[in-house]
T-cell receptor, first 118, second 113 residues
Framework: AQTVTQSQPEMSVQEAETVTLSCTYDTSESDYYLFWYKQPPSRQMILVIRQEAYKQQNATENRFSVNFQKAAKSFSLKISDSQLGDAAMYFCAYRSAVLRGGADGLTFGKGTHLIIQP | EAQVTQNPRYLITVTGKKLTVTCSQNMNHEYMSWYRQDPGLGLRQIYYSMNVEVTDKGDVPEGYKVSRKEKRNFPLILESPSPNQTSLYFC????????????FGEGSWLTVV
């Protein structure tokens, strides 16, 4: 079974600075998809960015970018020019490209709580 | 507006009293699923459905049932709720698998006393 590990339960960054959230995963599959979700205090789940494993180019979405290292099974999220609205819980998630015999969906890490210091 | 709607949003119930959390999506999505979120554990999949009348267990299905009689609806049933099912529940849907955007409902807070 796939596992996703977020080793930083909590991170703190000054407003306007850059922060990187780490995520590693364990899989024997070669084709899969990776996601970062943001969960603000409202508990809404908001997709931040996604990456297809077969693509070497790192995904970017405005101030958000990833560093995808397939061989190392690492998928970190970089937030540039941090804003107060970025304060939230961030979840890394994995989805297989192949329909497995069991669960078909997202496997989530335990989350990183990001605090933005004004 | 694309939406996944869950009801109720908040519920306190007693052990053993059957309850249903409804989920409806207006995007004609084939894939729907339920997750639960517990402190320090992230989200874990309970059940999923690939289409009408097709459902399968996720990672934590014990104590739950689901049905998919219509494409838009995917209710989560707790036949005999227990306190360890106190959690935040999310319904989600997507058109297909893979990198397709997964839309989440706003969550349902369930407390079993």
């Amino acid at each position: 079974a796939q596992t996703v590990t977020q080793s930083q339960p909590e991170m703190s960054v000054q407003e306007a600075e850059t922060v990187t959230l780490s995520c590693t995963y364990d899989t024997s599959e070669s084709d899969y998809y990776l996601f970062w979700y943001k969960q603000p205090p409202s508990r809404q789940m908001i997709l931040v960015i996604r990456q297809e494993a077969y693509k070497q180019q790192n995904a970017t979405e405005n101030r958000f970018s990833v560093n995808f290292q397939k061989a190392a099974k690492s998928f970190s999220l970089k937030i540039s020019d941090s804003q107060l609205g970025d304060a939230a819980m961030y979840f890394c998630a994995y989805r297989s490209a192949v329909l497995r015999g069991g669960a078909d969906g997202l496997t989530f890490g335990k989350g990183t709580h990001l605090i933005i210091q004004p | 507006e694309a939406q996944v709607t869950q009801n109720p949003r908040y519920l306190i119930t007693v052990t053993g009293k059957k309850l249903t959390v409804t989920c409806s999506q207006n995007m004609n999505h084939e894939y729907m699923s339920w997750y639960r979120q517990d402190p320090g554990l992230g989200l874990r999949q309970i059940y999923y459905s690939m289409n009408v009348e097709v459902t399968d267990k996720g990672d934590v299905p014990e104590g739950y049932k689901v049905s998919r009689k219509e494409k838009r609806n995917f209710p989560l049933i707790l036949e005999s709720p227990s306190p360890n099912q106190t959690s935040l529940y999310f319904c989600a849907s997507s058109m297909g698998r893979g990198v397709d955007t997964i839309y989440f409902g706003e969550g349902s807070w369930l407390t079993v006393v």
